[in-house]
């Protein structure tokens, strides 16, 4: 799990492994937690999309406005 959540982390051009991180590594075809995911109905994309899309809005709010 640690070293698809480092790669992931490396994708995204991050030099922290976060929980963000973790949970897309966990979410990987076939493992259990994206087994689980989808008996409960939740499609493990969608998270993972989700989770991409809040951390680079996150980002971009997160950075000041340019000067006049």
Same mark, same amino acid.
């Given at each position: 799990?640690?070293?698809? $959540? =480092? &790669?992931?982390?490396?994708?995204?051009?991050? +030099? %922290? @492994? &976060?929980? =963000?991180?973790?949970?897309?590594? @966990?979410?990987? +075809? #076939?493992? *259990?937690?994206?087994?689980?995911?989808? /008996? /409960? #109905? *939740?499609?493990? $994309?969608?998270? &993972? +999309?989700?989770? %991409?899309?809040? @951390?680079? $809005? $996150? &980002?971009?709010?997160?950075?000041?406005?340019?000067?006049?």
């Amino acid at each position: 799990v640690r070293n698809v $959540a =480092e &790669s992931t982390a490396k994708q995204w051009k991050h +030099d %922290y @492994l &976060s929980a =963000e991180h973790l949970m897309m590594a @966990l979410m990987v +075809d #076939g493992s *259990i937690t994206n087994q689980f995911l989808r /008996q /409960q #109905g *939740i499609e493990p $994309a969608v998270v &993972s +999309d989700t989770l %991409y899309q809040m @951390l680079f $809005a $996150a &980002s971009v709010q997160a950075q000041p406005a340019p000067l006049p």
